[in-house]
């Protein structure tokens, strides 16, 4: 064969090309779910953090409440300041994180506070 026929033979290219774009595929799909964890992991500690602070307003266990609305969630701690007339509720949770490749998985906490003033009774 001619050495010009060679160059100009294009047999096989979309799979050398596809062979090197797939990784990058991959690793995008792997950055996109960690990146939805994280959403979902800020949505669900905010949510503790006013669930258990709604509890604490009202002379309720705010941990037991904040764990119960985590779901799933791993909670690191939670953490009730109370004053005169509010409470605040601080919840750390660990992030559920995706192994990636060359990388390894990363371990990295969120926290979220709610601050919600105390429900006085009332007499009647």
Partial sequence: MKPRKIVKNERGSQLIEFIAV?????????????????AYTVVITESAARDG?????????????????????????????ESAEEVTVIVVAKVPTVSIPFIGKINYTLDADATIPIEKEFES
């Fill in 22 to 38: 797939f990784p990058m595929v991959i690793l995008a799909m792997l950055f996109i779910w960690q990146m939805a964890l994280v």
């Fill in 53 to 81: 602070a709604r509890a604490a307003a009202v002379e309720g266990n705010a941990k037991e409440v904040a764990e119960r609305s985590a779901g799933g969630l791993k909670l690191q701690s939670v953490t009730t300041n």
